[in-house]
Structures are given as C-alpha cells and as structure tokens.
C-alpha cells in the first residue's frame, strides 16, 4: 500500500512568488492535513480537509490556502511569498476525522 | 506557554539504557500521538492512544487522561533509535498541536 505521496521534495523560490505543494493521501483516506515545521515554532497546524470540504484552519495568514480534490489528493498555496515561509510543510492523511494519521515525507520550501 | 510540554527537551543515552520522554498538555483531547522524525524531515507515527497504553515492539506509550499526561518509553534503547520524538494532540475537529520535541541521542 502506497504511503502519503508530497511532490515536490525540495523547492527554491524566491520573495513575491507563489508556490503550490501537492499531497497524495494513502487510497482511501479521505482527511488530509497539512503542517508547517519551522526552527523556530516548530510543527504548526496549517488546515484540513475532509471530503473537499475545509474543515479546520489553523492561525496563518491568508496567503496560505488549499484545496482537496474529489480523489482526496490536496494541494496547499502559498502567495507573495516571504523569508519566514522557508520551511517543512508537511500533509498527513488518515482515513476518517480522529483516525491514525499517516505522514509524507515534506516538501522543504527555501524562500531567497 | 505552549499547549503541549514535552520533557526533557534533549537526551542523550548509552545503547541498552532504558528511556522516558514525557508529555503533558493542558486541555482535552480526543487523542495523543507519539511521532519520530528523523533527520531528513520524515515523521512515523509511532502510537495514537486515547487511553491505557500500547506497546510495539521496544516502543511502549502510555497515556492518563485525568492528568493529562502522557510517557513514551523505548527499552533497549540502540542508536538507530535516535530521532527526535514529537507528541501531539488532537483536538475533536482534527486539529492538532505539537510539542517542541525531544532529541533522542543514543550512543553505542
């Protein structure tokens, strides 16, 4: 069985850019988080989706956002990128709300 | 003041001792999750409790509800155990929050 896909792995962008991470879940799974893990904070929580539908957002500006697709897979964009973006961003899927969650391996996003 | 306390914030262990990183968090929970997150950025699930314990093989988590406080234990600790474990808690609409961390060095 397939694992939590994250595509691309590493990116470098520069300020002002955009950027769009993708997420494949595991097949099946229909919620999909995404986190952001920094030195400085730590891991914190971006969004999730269940069933295309956003359920839960956590405390990050606006220039993040997402979407979930009706196979499940999601992807997160970040606008007008700044320094402090350049981070880990993570998606975990699991299969129903308050199941074991399942995570990728992270894109690692270099803001210059 | 984070919601989620974890402790000690770095350990370092001779291969074979026996290892306890703690976790405490301040609200309720819908249940806790124990991660590992090696260098390179991967994270494993290890254990999602919502009561008692569990075991997996060396790895054993325990959980107490009342005192909101969970134990990770790792017997027989070996250097590939080394990782940085993170505990997290979910709250009833799936969100999630995280506590910083503890760095996990075993040596041989």
């Known amino acids: 069985k397939a694992g939590v896909t994250q595509t691309p792995r590493y990116l470098i962008k520069t300020r002002g850019q955009q950027v769009t991470l993708s997420c494949s879940p595991i097949s099946g799974h229909r919620s999909v988080s995404w986190y952001q893990q920094t030195p400085g904070q730590g891991l914190q929580f971006l969004f999730e989706?269940?069933?295309?539908?956003?359920?839960n957002k956590g405390n990050f500006p606006g220039r993040f956002s997402g979407r979930q697709f009706s196979n499940s897979r999601s992807e997160m964009n970040v606008s007008t990128l700044e320094l402090g973006d350049s981070a880990l961003y993570l998606c975990a899927s699991s299969l129903v709300v308050e199941t074991e969650a399942f995570f990728g391996q992270g894109t690692r996003l270099t803001v210059v | 003041k984070n919601e989620v306390e974890q402790s000690p914030q770095n350990l370092t262990a001779q291969e074979g001792e026996f290892i306890t990183i703690n976790c405490s968090y301040s609200v309720g929970i819908s249940a806790l999750h124990w991660l590992q997150q090696h260098p390179g950025g991967g994270i494993v699930s290890l254990f999602m409790?919502?009561?008692g314990k569990k075991k997996h093989g060396r790895l054993i988590a325990t959980i107490n509800i009342q005192e909101k406080h969970s134990s990770l234990h790792i017997t027989a600790s070996h250097p590939r155990d080394s990782a940085v474990y993170i505990c997290a808690v979910q709250y009833n609409n799936n969100d999630m929050r995280f506590g910083a961390g503890t760095r996990l060095t075993v040596k041989p």
């Open positions: 989706y269940f069933s295309e539908t956003q359920r």
């Open positions: 409790l919502s009561s």
